[in-house]
């Protein structure tokens, strides 16, 4: 039996058996990863630690099968995230895009930034930003995944594109060059990253 902790963000559980919950987690370290929270459906403590959407600090024991989720303690619930419809809604089709569209064990790196950003960002948002948040997010995620075109910061600049202060267009070219840099991913990036779908 072995132990490792990981920063991270669930993006999925289902129940299993009377007790217990299938948690499905997305890390910076360990990429998409699956472990079992024992009696968590039971416990309003465990259960709203790794409650759906939550940043958490979680402990796995690993031996035969899923690992066990052990110690777990919140970074931020993004409570909002479960409790209004459409927050709940944009957050689940990030979630999903996320799960299909990585493997298991697959580190995460700049990509769990980026939802967690994200994430962070939704929770925050007002009606208007919404829109912009869910574009952002999937122009930054395909960006990281490295699907979409290069394009640099004088082309950026050319091409006049709507929303995009000087900071975002530093930042936008970054995303999509997929470079060894790391882009520190402040909350309202994926908002001017949204912003540029605008006409």
């Not at 799960?99 to 948002?125: I, N, R």
């Not at 936008?172 to 001017?192: D, N, Q, S, Y």
């Given at each position: 039996?072995?132990?490792?902790?990981?920063?991270?963000?669930?993006?999925?559980?289902?129940?299993?058996?009377?007790?217990?919950?299938?948690?499905?987690?997305?890390?910076?370290?360990?990429?998409?990863?699956?472990?079992?929270?024992?009696?968590?459906?039971?416990?309003?403590?465990?259960?709203?630690?790794?409650?759906?959407?939550?940043?958490?600090?979680?402990?796995?024991?690993?031996?035969?099968?899923l690992p066990t989720i052990g110690e777990a303690e919140s970074v931020d619930a993004h409570a909002?995230?479960?409790?209004?419809?459409?927050?709940?809604?944009?957050?689940?089709?990030?979630?999903?895009?996320?799960?299909?569209?990585?493997?298991?064990?697959?580190?995460?790196?700049?990509?769990?930034?980026?939802?967690?950003?994200?994430?962070?960002?939704?929770?925050?948002?007002?009606?208007g930003e919404r829109r912009d948040l869910l574009l952002g997010f999937q122009l930054g995620w395909?960006?990281?995944?490295?699907?979409?075109?290069?394009?640099?910061?004088?082309?950026?600049?050319?091409?006049?594109?709507?929303?995009?202060?000087?900071?975002?267009?530093?930042?936008?070219?970054?995303?999509?060059?997929?470079?060894?840099?790391?882009?520190?991913?402040?909350?309202?990036?994926?908002?001017?990253?949204?912003?540029?779908?605008?006409?």
């Open positions: 039996m072995t132990r490792e902790r990981h920063d991270a963000l669930v993006l999925r559980h289902v129940d299993s058996g009377e007790r217990d919950r299938v948690v499905t987690l997305y890390s910076r370290e360990a990429g998409r990863l699956s472990a079992v929270t024992r009696g968590s459906r039971g416990s309003i403590r465990r259960g709203s630690v790794v409650d759906l959407f939550a940043h958490v600090d979680v402990e796995l024991t690993k031996g035969r099968g909002l995230l479960r409790t209004d419809l459409t927050r709940y809604a944009i957050a689940s089709f990030v979630a999903e895009l996320v799960l299909v569209t990585t493997a298991e064990g697959e580190p995460g790196g700049p990509q769990f930034d980026w939802v967690l950003a994200t994430f962070g960002s939704l929770d925050a948002s007002v009606s395909f960006g990281l995944m490295g699907v979409l075109p290069t394009l640099d910061a004088a082309g950026l600049a050319e091409a006049e594109l709507p929303g995009l202060d000087e900071a975002a267009l530093l930042v936008v070219p970054k995303l999509l060059r997929l470079g060894a840099e790391r882009v520190e991913l402040e909350p309202g990036i994926a908002r001017a990253l949204g912003e540029t779908t605008r006409i």
